[in-house]
């Protein structure tokens, strides 16, 4: 039942003259985030992520004490095209050093020319600490004066570390808005469909864009306040989940205010109904994405403490918008807006002979045939994660073209594959010589030479044999790591963008291995408040984990079978698991706790057949959009986020298609009242109509032993409703 509070707030957003006050109100506050808000906070090091105790971060850090010591250096490489550089070559080299003085931090050591004079390198320390923005500035600088006095056939071309983060974030430049253009175009279209009305799509996708705006607008704020970088993936990830999320709170709360249209003839008290019954379902599936997101406070990676951080904002912004604005602007349009089909008092519900009354009347007849085909459905897609792998290196991540990427190959080919990416070793100068032999023991290293330091510290440059970010460039790692924990008292450390990237893969296999079980408790937890059961919420997390596994296999055999990628990034297990099961038990949830008022009167198999026909054409349209919506992620040129976003859209679908519409079910059917174990509801018997489709007889002490007309919903339509 509504609490007086919450009865006053639904009269407010929904009054007369009160609607209005709301969105004045609401317009101001968006206002006030968008215009006062800025930009967010970022950074450019490239152990930024990582915690304080992983080894190449120590490194790092030391090396800020040093002399000249940086973080993220740029690496110029000349080249002719595999011909010998020549004098005239050489002579712009030297120029170019000159000129790089400027933007430079320290000196800017002289050319390093390969043994057959086919490529030279130029390394240019630069600050970590600057934004990404002006990192991106003096990158483009950077290459245009390399370019800019180069002799004919020569060429030059920036990569390594900032050269890298450049063309990260230069890939970026327009696409969020691209990809902003595209979440929008595909909502609407969407929208406009589910609707068949030429204006009622855009009071949705008004309220829904405002959300995401003024999300972006308090995710910097608390950018800043507590010192949250923000890349701009982040930002792309977060506008997907408020347009997906925010849209499905809107069309769960359109089609459950349709519905009460039909019944009542006064249409501020069909939305106050709306309020009080869809309300509490949507809150709850929102408060399920929002605890499961800040799961990921438990994780040693910043970028994901961070997308965290600005998903929760960003879904509870979506929700505020969604229960607060949308009811209020719906209030004040009136019932016109639905023309050209205007819901009238009277008029038959479709959903109880459509499509959807259909399938329940399928699984009801066939309940153990539905669970082992749906069952044998999911174990066969997730085959594919037989050939799965973890982890891609800095020449695997792009979809487009990058300079860095280019200078990297070029490098390889006139130096061994890690000259351009060394590995740096950090130890007590008094134990230089004992450091140098220990690495000169390890199979892999193709070089060493010490690399400056103070009277305390040494500092060692170490280049590998193996590609960069490579299966065998880590194990290189892992055993200088072990060997040089061997020397006494040097307290050599190993670190180096290869190092982090290594330490990096690691921490994410952590934060995989803690986070997942958090998301499962909280899940759990809150179906289990919901629908106070424990079998239910238990087999509700099965289904969905058993569909991340179902589309993670068949995602990666996409991934490597047609499109060609090598791997899965070591971020993609973790967020899709987490964006998979958070926004895919939003369904189950509208599902069963309306499965669950008709259980108490109907029975457990007649209740999940009125849900499944009451709610299927709304949570499919809204799991559709959703799975469109992540999929537009693929606009974005990083290998990761298309990733993510193909495994999340097909969960998104199968859940949908699958597993709400077939698998629950049949497994409801099949368990009967036990399904809502060891609430009230599984001790009071109900019997099942006979034959199917029938209205039951005797009804259920309590129940209205009047006879419904057919075509009536056998649901009291005040109760606490999941918004079908």
């Known amino acids: 039942m509504p609490t007086p509070l919450g009865t006053r707030l639904t009269a407010i957003i929904c009054?007369?003259?009160?609607?209005?006050?709301?969105?004045?109100?609401?317009?101001?506050?968006?206002?006030?985030?968008?215009?006062?808000?800025?930009?967010?906070?970022?950074?450019?090091?490239?152990?930024?992520?990582?915690?304080?105790?992983?080894?190449?971060?120590?490194?790092?850090?030391?090396r800020r004490q040093l002399p000249g010591g940086q973080l993220n250096p740029a690496l110029v490489v000349y080249s002719r095209d595999g011909q010998p550089l020549t004098a005239a070559d050489d002579a712009a080299i030297a120029a170019d050093r000159e000129a790089f003085a400027r933007d430079a931090v320290g000196e800017v050591g002289p050319p390093v020319y390969a043994p057959d004079r086919t490529a030279a390198l130029v390394a240019v320390p630069l600050p970590a600490e600057i934004d990404i923005e002006r990192l991106g500035e003096i990158v483009d600088r950077l290459r245009a004066e390399a370019r800019a006095g180069?002799?004919?056939?020569?060429?030059?071309?920036?990569?390594?570390?900032?050269?890298?983060?450049?063309?990260?974030?230069?890939?970026?430049?327009?696409?969020?808005?691209?990809?902003?253009?595209?979440?929008?175009?595909?909502?609407?279209?969407?929208?406009?469909?589910?609707?068949?009305?030429?204006?009622?799509?855009?009071?949705?996708?008004?309220?829904?864009?405002?959300?995401?705006?003024?999300s972006n607008g308090l995710i910097a704020i608390v950018s800043h306040a507590v010192d949250l970088r923000i890349d701009p993936s982040t930002t792309g990830i977060v506008d997907v989940l408020v347009f997906g999320a925010g849209t499905n709170y809107a069309l769960l709360l359109i089609a459950r205010y349709r519905e009460e249209l039909r019944r009542e003839p006064d249409r501020r008290r069909a939305l106050r109904r709306v309020l009080s019954s869809a309300g509490p379902a949507i809150t709850a599936s929102a408060l399920t994405v929002v605890l499961s997101l800040l799961t990921l406070l438990a994780a040693v990676l910043a970028n994901d403490r961070a997308i965290g951080v600005a998903g929760a904002v960003g879904i509870t912004t979506a929700m505020l918008y969604g229960l607060i604005v949308l009811p209020a602007a719906l209030s004040v349009c009136g019932r016109g807006l639905f023309w050209p089909f205007v819901p009238r008092p009277g008029q038959p519900d479709p959903t109880r002979s459509g499509i959807w009354a259909r399938a329940g009347a399928l699984v009801s007849r066939?309940?153990?045939?539905?669970?082992?085909?749906?069952?044998?459905?999911?174990?066969?897609?997730?085959?594919?994660?037989?050939?799965?792998?973890?982890?891609?290196?800095?020449?695997?991540?792009?979809?487009?073209?990058?300079?860095?990427?280019?200078?990297?190959?070029?490098?390889s080919r006139s130096f061994p594959p890690g000259a351009a990416d060394p590995v740096i070793v950090v130890a007590d100068a008094a134990q230089t010589p004992a450091v140098l032999a220990a690495v000169g023991t390890v199979d892999g290293v193709a070089s060493a030479r010490p690399a400056g330091g103070t009277t305390d510290l040494a500092v060692v440059e170490v280049v590998l044999r193996a590609e960069p970010d490579s299966a065998e460039s880590y194990q290189v790692i892992r055993d200088l790591r072990a060997a040089l924990d061997s020397v006494p008292a040097a307290d050599a450390?190993?670190?180096?963008?290869?190092?982090?990237?290594?330490?990096?893969?690691?921490?994410?296999?952590?934060?995989?291995?803690?986070?997942?079980?958090?998301?499962?408790?909280?899940?759990?937890?809150?179906?289990?408040?919901?629908?106070?059961?424990?079998?239910?919420?238990?087999?509700?997390?099965?289904?969905?984990?058993?569909?991340?596994?179902?589309?993670?296999?068949?995602?990666?055999?996409?991934?490597?079978?047609?499109?060609?990628?090598?791997?899965?990034?070591?971020?993609?297990?973790?967020?899709?698991?987490?964006?998979?099961?958070?926004?895919?038990?939003?369904?189950?949830?509208?599902?069963?706790?309306?499965?669950?008022?008709?259980?108490?009167?109907?029975?457990?198999?007649?209740?999940?057949?009125?849900?499944?026909?009451?709610?299927?054409?709304?949570i499919t349209s809204a799991g559709v959009l959703l799975a469109a919506v992540f999929t537009v992620l693929g606009v974005l040129p990083l290998v990761t986020l298309t990733e993510i976003g193909v495994i999340v859209g097909f969960g998104v679908l199968l859940d949908t298609l699958l597993v709400r519409t077939l698998l629950v079910p049949a497994i409801a059917m099949v368990l009967g009242r036990r399904f809502w174990w060891p609430s009230a509801l599984s001790r009071h018997h109900v019997p099942e109509p006979v034959p199917v489709g029938a209205d039951p007889t005797p009804k259920p002490v309590g129940a209205d032993p009047t006879p419904k007309p057919v075509g009536a919903d056998p649901m009291p339509p005040r109760r606490a409703d999941a918004g079908g």
Do not use: C, H
């Open 493 to 618: 450390l190993v670190g180096g963008s290869v190092a982090a990237n290594l330490d990096t893969r690691d921490a994410a296999l952590r934060d995989l291995r803690v986070v997942v079980p958090l998301v499962l408790v909280v899940v759990l937890a809150v179906l289990i408040v919901l629908l106070r059961s424990i079998v239910a919420p238990l087999i509700l997390v099965g289904t969905v984990v058993a569909t991340f596994f179902a589309a993670l296999g068949a995602a990666t055999t996409l991934f490597t079978q047609v499109l060609g990628y090598p791997a899965l990034d070591t971020s993609v297990p973790l967020l899709a698991f987490l964006f998979l099961v958070a926004l895919g038990v939003d369904y189950n949830i509208f599902l069963t706790t309306r499965a669950r008022e008709g259980a108490a009167i109907d029975g457990t198999r007649q209740g999940m057949r009125t849900a499944l026909a009451v709610t299927g054409g709304v």
């Open 150 to 214: 180069l002799p004919a056939g020569a060429e030059a071309e920036l990569t390594g570390g900032a050269g890298f983060t450049a063309d990260v974030a230069a890939a970026f430049d327009g696409a969020n808005v691209t990809l902003l253009a595209a979440t929008v175009a595909v909502v609407a279209a969407l929208l406009l469909i589910t609707y068949r009305s030429p204006w009622l799509w855009l009071v949705p996708l008004a309220v829904v864009g405002t959300a995401d705006v003024v």
């Open 366 to 411: 066939r309940p153990r045939t539905v669970l082992a085909g749906s069952l044998l459905l999911l174990a066969v897609l997730a085959t594919g994660l037989l050939d799965a792998r973890i982890g891609l290196s800095k020449t695997e991540q792009f979809r487009v073209s990058a300079e860095s990427i280019d200078g990297l190959a070029t490098l």
């Open 15 to 62: 009054g007369r003259w009160t609607a209005w006050l709301v969105l004045l109100t609401a317009a101001a506050f968006s206002a006030l985030v968008i215009g006062f808000a800025g930009d967010p906070r970022t950074g450019n090091d490239p152990t930024g992520a990582l915690p304080d105790t992983a080894e190449s971060v120590q490194v790092a850090e030391l």
